[in-house]
């Protein structure tokens, strides 16, 4: 059988994929484009989900795309990655053959499938009869359609027997995740982008939307109610210096700022009573702040107490629009719920959610990340459900077919358990699916000592080159964005899919042609004979969501998704529009998703920084996105000749004149930056940006995680990337 799906290769390339009757898998049909014609795709970076118009030659190939100029999204625009989306495609570190490791010589020797697929399967059944179902785990990503991702996490779960897998989501949105779920009841960011335009008064809490999400920034500007933008962050950024109010807050002083605010509000009575019915725990909040003065917070956040009361009337007028927002400057923090929570806590008492520029919203970072969270079978069981609820586990096992008991209900260990497993010698193998952790990881430099300890590890990318694929034993060359079907979530619930306008390269398959051969190999494929493509997967999915907060079932298919401009969950069959509505908020009726239809006011004692300062390291390094023109490892906007002219080639160190005076650094110099874990080289860039006694390294350069403190948040396990002690060394 293997042999006879590995010879149903693809044809020229399409706007549609049919599958050809009897294949399992590999037998997509496209159907010829015509000459000089269009389609259009979600772009594959960030969660901002832009749609772009894409421009096919005769062959159905792109050769160029613009921005859509009427998607509710984007508006037409497009920012530096979009522009040059399709650049990585043709990457001359594309893989193209599947590499299997010579343990005689230690080198990559190129495989056919046959043998790869093989091999996966007889080294991990191997593991698993020698040592069970917790000795291996997948790392997945936010960066493939919910589509595959339901498909590997059910494959390796239900199919294949084993229990543990996490996607890199756990390090962008985990703690949104648990926050909403806690607050609300259920994974539910309550926005539409539409907010941005709609607000009077906009609060942008660790979130540098100039340059992390530039077409987010430019629906600010959009705004024509001149809101207040009020920026809160450390550092004067891009987005900082545009606000109207800058607060430089200590970092990782947000907490304590949240609460004196919270304090102020309820002090002058600057609450809606009729909002605060639709809470539980309100009088114990009430209490809790209630000494939490802006004088004692003055100290724990670097501000002044007459500022945080100037900054508590603003956020409260009464009749004024207010919204607030974050991203990875809130998610990645040993108290990012919490954190999250004291804005959701800030939003219900003042009525600040379910209206127009309003609301709690979290700013998702990959482009599937919500698709991540709602679909990937890790954190929860596939279709945003419960594995520990008995009755989801019967839906899913009557909707996909799956026999009940081979759907567990155990939970899986979060990301930084499942690598601590592996350094223990517990975990023997790890699948690594469209993720780069051996550079992107908290404290990197630990994996390399991990990799000694596991007897295999797979990893599944579209280049060979990247620093988990060049460790591995076994390489699987997999297409990427612009070579596949599928849908993406947006940060907003927004689904709309992808298109393949390029073939891959080589031997390359997606991702889920590749999990049907090893279901097949596996001896499970029986149980996935539905999924014949990923549209087929789509509907299967589509009506596991019944009666779920996330319930879509009345999408029909991506064609549907195409007319409506993308469609925002929920959408319910029971009443689905034909023409649904371009934006839509949760939460309008004050309704929300715990039994009692209460949201929840949680909170806890702030706590101090996992690694602060000494004598000996006495700067606070920061971390987070560089350029608008960089993402994540690089390892697709490095293969862009155009973006890698927008941001600097080697690492540099944004470090505040004063304290580079008082060391002797000049400016451009070379120095070593070093913290506990280890050390890097990075050229001085004498910022007054960054305040005295603090530095600031761009994420995507390989060296910096080498520094970053493997702490976490005790709730979401996501790691604290943005604050450790660290020092400079001429």
């Not at 118009?53 to 998607?71: R, T």
């Not at 545009?242 to 990782?252: D, E, F, Y």
């Not at 719920?337 to 520029?357: E, F, W, Y």
């Not at 679909?375 to 009755?391: C, K, M, P, Q, Y």
């Given at each position: ?10 044809g020229?390339?399409t706007r549609?994929?049919v599958q050809?009757?009897?294949s ?5 049909v496209?159907?010829?484009l ?7 795709s979600?772009?594959?970076?960030c ?10 030659d005769?062959?159905g ?18 920012c530096?990655k ?6 990585p495609?043709?990457?001359t570190?594309?893989g193209?053959v ?5 343990p005689?010589t230690?080198?990559?020797?190129p ?5 790869a697929?093989?091999?996966?399967t007889?080294?991990l059944?191997?593991i698993?009869?020698?040592h069970?179902r917790d000795a291996a785990a997948f790392?997945?990503?936010?960066q ?8 590997l996490?059910?494959l390796w ?9 996490d ?7 985990a ?7 806690q607050s609300?009841g259920f ?8 907010d941005f ?6 609060i ?22 001149s809101?207040?933008?009020i920026?809160?962050?450390p550092?004067?950024?891009e987005?900082a ?18 609460y004196?605010?919270?304090?102020c509000?309820?002090?002058?009575g600057?609450?809606d009573y ?8 309100f ?14 917070a ?10 945080i009361e100037?900054?508590a009337r603003?956020?409260?007028e009464p009749g ?7 991203t990875?400057?809130?998610n ?5 719920v919490?954190?999250?929570q004291a804005?959701i806590n800030l ?6 959610i ?5 609301g709690?919203?979290?700013i ?5 990340a919500m ?11 596939v279709?945003g459900?419960d ?7 019967n839906?899913?096992s009557?909707?996909?077919g799956i026999?009940?008991e081979?759907?567990t209900?155990?939970p899986?260990l ?5 690598l ?13 699916v ?9 404290n ?5 000592a991990?990799?000694e300890k596991l ?15 060049e460790?591995a ?5 997999a297409?990427g ?5 599928g849908?993406?979530?947006?940060s ?9 306008v390029?073939k891959?390269?080589?031997?390359a398959?997606?991702d ?7 279901a ?8 996935f004979?539905?999924w ?5 997967a789509f ?8 009666g779920?907060?996330?319930d879509?079932t009345?999408?029909?298919?991506y064609d549907?998704?195409?007319e409506?401009?993308?469609?925002q969950?929920p ?10 509505s ?16 209460k ?6 004692a702030p ?6 300062t000494?004598?000996?390291f ?6 987070g996105?560089g ?21 600097p080639?080697?690492a540099?160190?944004?470090i505040h004149p ?7 650094i000049?400016?451009?110099?070379v120095i070593?930056v070093?913290?506990?874990?280890g ?6 860039y ?6 005295p ?5 761009p994420?995507?350069?390989?060296e910096v995680?080498r520094?970053?403190?493997?702490s976490?948040d005790?709730?979401?396990r996501q ?7 660290a020092?400079?060394e001429?």
């Amino acid at each position: 059988m293997i042999e006879t799906l590995l010879k149903q290769s693809s044809g020229p390339l399409t706007r549609e994929l049919v599958q050809s009757p009897g294949s399992f898998g590999l037998g997509n049909v496209p159907t010829r484009l015509t000459p000089s014609s269009t389609t259009t795709s979600i772009c594959g970076y960030c969660a901002t989900g832009c749609q772009l118009k894409l421009h096919l030659d005769e062959e159905g190939n792109a050769i160029n795309l613009s921005p859509q100029a009427n998607y509710p999204v984007n508006l037409g625009m497009a920012c530096p990655k979009g522009w040059q989306a399709l650049d990585p495609l043709t990457a001359t570190d594309r893989g193209t053959v599947p590499l299997l490791r010579d343990p005689a010589t230690g080198r990559r020797q190129p495989v056919d499938w046959n043998t790869a697929i093989a091999t996966f399967t007889d080294r991990l059944k191997g593991i698993q009869q020698t040592h069970g179902r917790d000795a291996a785990a997948f790392l997945s990503t936010g960066q493939i359609p919910f589509e595959e991702m339901a498909f590997l996490g059910l494959l390796w779960k239900s199919g294949m027997g084993f229990l543990h897998g996490d996607a890199n989501t756990r390090q962008c949105m985990a703690t949104a995740v648990t926050a909403y779920k806690q607050s609300f009841g259920f994974d539910a960011p309550p926005y539409t982008y539409a907010d941005f335009e709609e607000s009077d008064v906009i609060i942008l809490s660790g979130a540098n939307l100039a340059i992390a999400h530039p077409i987010l920034w430019q629906r600010i500007m959009r705004n024509k109610r001149s809101p207040e933008i009020i920026v809160i962050d450390p550092r004067a950024t891009e987005t900082a210096q545009a606000a109207t109010v800058h607060l430089p807050i200590k970092p990782k002083g947000d907490l304590a700022l949240y609460y004196a605010l919270a304090h102020c509000i309820i002090r002058d009575g600057r609450i809606d009573y009729d909002a605060i019915k639709n809470t539980e725990g309100f009088d114990d909040f009430a209490a809790f702040v209630q000494h939490r003065t802006p004088e004692q917070a003055a100290h724990q956040t670097g501000l002044e107490a007459a500022t945080i009361e100037k900054v508590a009337r603003l956020v409260s007028e009464p009749g004024k629009r207010v919204s607030w927002w974050w991203t990875m400057g809130i998610n990645q923090s040993y108290e990012g719920v919490r954190a999250a929570q004291a804005m959701i806590n800030l939003a219900l008492i003042t009525g600040n959610i379910g209206k127009p520029g309003t609301g709690a919203n979290s700013i998702t970072g990959q482009c599937n990340a919500m698709g991540s969270r709602l679909f990937s079978n890790t954190t929860s069981l596939v279709g945003g459900h419960d594995f520990a609820n008995e009755d989801h586990r019967n839906k899913v096992s009557v909707g996909l077919g799956i026999p009940i008991e081979q759907i567990t209900s155990d939970p899986s260990l979060a990301y930084d358990e499942i690598l601590r497993a592996a350094e223990d010698g517990k975990i023997k193998a790890l699948w690594v699916v469209a993720t780069n952790p051996f550079h992107s990881w908290i404290n990197s430099g630990r994996l390399s000592a991990l990799r000694e300890k596991l007897d295999f590890l797979v990893v599944q990318d579209m280049y060979h080159s990247t620093e988990s694929a060049e460790i591995a034993d076994l390489y699987l060359p997999a297409a990427g964005w612009g070579e596949k079907t599928g849908c993406l979530i947006n940060s907003e619930r927004r689904l709309a899919p992808i298109r393949p306008v390029r073939k891959a390269p080589g031997q390359a398959l997606t991702d889920f042609r590749i999990f049907r051969l090893l279901a097949q190999s596996w001896g499970c494929g029986g149980m996935f004979q539905q999924w014949t493509d990923p549209e087929a997967a789509f509907k299967l999915l589509r009506d596991l969501t019944q009666g779920r907060p996330c319930d879509i079932t009345g999408i029909r298919d991506y064609d549907h998704l195409d007319e409506s401009g993308g469609i925002q969950w929920p959408y319910p069959e029971s009443d689905a529009d034909p023409h649904p509505s371009a934006e839509r908020r949760l939460f309008e009726s004050g309704q929300f998703y715990h039994p009692d239809g209460k949201a929840r006011l949680l909170f806890s004692a702030p706590a101090p920084l996992p690694e602060p300062t000494d004598d000996e390291f006495s700067f606070t390094l920061l971390t987070g996105r560089g350029t608008s023109s960089q993402w994540h490892t690089q390892t697709r906007t490095g293969k862009s000749d155009i973006l890698r002219k927008l941001y600097p080639a080697q690492a540099y160190v944004e470090i505040h004149p004063r304290d580079a005076r008082r060391l002797g650094i000049l400016n451009n110099q070379v120095i070593t930056v070093r913290s506990r874990r280890g050390s890097m080289k990075a050229s001085a860039y004498l910022a007054p940006t960054v305040q005295p006694g603090q530095l600031f390294l761009p994420m995507h350069y390989p060296e910096v995680n080498r520094l970053t403190h493997p702490s976490f948040d005790k709730h979401s396990r996501q790691p604290n990337y943005k604050a450790c002690a660290a020092r400079l060394e001429v």
